[in-house]
Each structure stands twice: as C-alpha cells, then as structure tokens.
C-alpha cells in the first residue's frame, strides 16, 4: 500500500476544521459577551451621570436660597430671582420617566434627560439651620441607581419656609438673593 505525500487526508481535514469551528465561537462568544457587558456598564453610566447632574443643579441652585416653599400650587414670576425645580413626565414605550426641570422666568430648561423615576424633597431644620434632603431615583432596562442628599441651606436666618402637606413633595420653589 503507498501513502500519498500530496496533501491531507480527509480525517485530518475533519479534525480540523471541528478545531477551527470550536476556536471560532469562542472568540464570537467572548466578542459578543464583552459588547453586552459594554452596552450595560454605558446604560449604568448614563443613569448614574444624569441622576448626579440632577443632584448637583439642585444642591448648587438652593444653596443660597432665601425663601424656600415645597410642593407649591401655582407657578408664579414676580421677579428674577423666582426659580422652580420639578418633574416633567415624558412617555418612552410603554414606561413613563421624568425629567428634572428648572423653570424660570427666561422659560423651562431641562437639567436630565428622562430617567428619572422619582424625585423627592425634604426641609429639616436643626437648631437655627435648614436643611434640604432630597432623594433621586433614576433607572433604565437594566439598571437603577439612588442618589440621596442634603444641603445645608446658607442663609437659614432669611429663610422662612412653606411647606404645603402632601404625601410626597416632588417640586421646589426657592428664591435666590
């Protein structure tokens, strides 16, 4: 019997290919797996980034604030120093999200893009100092994130707050000097 020196047998080329198929779709498993653990950590980093944002307008706007008033009943102007922080609702799907807002009388700004789910406020006062709480939550498909956080309120010998009872308090009126 001659053995043929020509090329592969077609046992050898089976075998082969079976290795390359197996190499194969574990790179395209681990590709496929890497850009799902991207998509998700970006969507994550997303949510945390507008929550965050919300949280810093708002401990940056009401720091200083001289008159504060929670869950006011109407939107009113009477001078520039008037400013409101509260949800706008925006339908996505079949999910409802918000928006964290901040009216003025130079019009209505957005200060997040709309993931957030809930947004509530809470005025303390310890000894002859406020202070604002306030809790973010914010999610997308796969992720949720809660930021929670107080400011201390600088001028709490000026202020003279309204609160107006409710079960939860979701906008702010504050006044700046």
Same mark, same amino acid.
Do not use: C, W, Y
């Given at each position: 019997m001659r053995l043929n020196d020509n090329g592969f047998t077609?046992?050898?080329l089976v075998i082969?290919?079976?290795?390359?198929?197996?190499?194969l779709s574990l790179g395209y498993m681990m590709y496929?797996?890497?850009l799902r653990s991207f998509q998700t950590i970006e969507e994550q980093w997303k949510v945390q980034h507008e929550v965050q944002l919300g949280a810093n307008f708002i401990t940056n706007s009401v720091r200083n604030a001289i008159k504060?008033? /929670? +869950?006011?009943? *109407?939107?009113l102007f009477w001078d520039d120093s008037d400013n409101y922080i509260c949800l706008e609702?925006?339908?996505?799907?079949?999910?409802?999200?918000y928006s964290i807002m901040h009216i003025s009388n130079k019009g209505r700004t957005p200060v997040t893009k709309p993931v957030i789910d809930k947004l509530q406020f809470?005025?303390?006062r310890t000894n002859d100092n406020y202070i604002l709480s306030f809790d973010i939550i914010g999610s997308s498909?796969?992720?949720s994130y809660r930021l929670n956080?107080?400011?201390? /309120? +600088?001028?709490? *010998?000026?202020?003279?707050?309204?609160?107006?009872?409710?079960?939860?308090?979701?906008?702010?009126y504050y006044k700046t000097p």
């Open positions: 077609l046992v050898e082969a290919m079976a290795l390359l198929l197996i190499v496929f797996f890497g504060i008033e /929670l +869950n006011p009943n *109407d939107i609702k925006t339908t996505q799907g079949d999910e409802q999200k809470e005025l303390a498909r796969e992720s956080s107080s400011v201390f /309120l +600088n001028n709490s *010998d000026k202020i003279h707050p309204v609160v107006i009872p409710d079960s939860e308090i979701v906008a702010i």
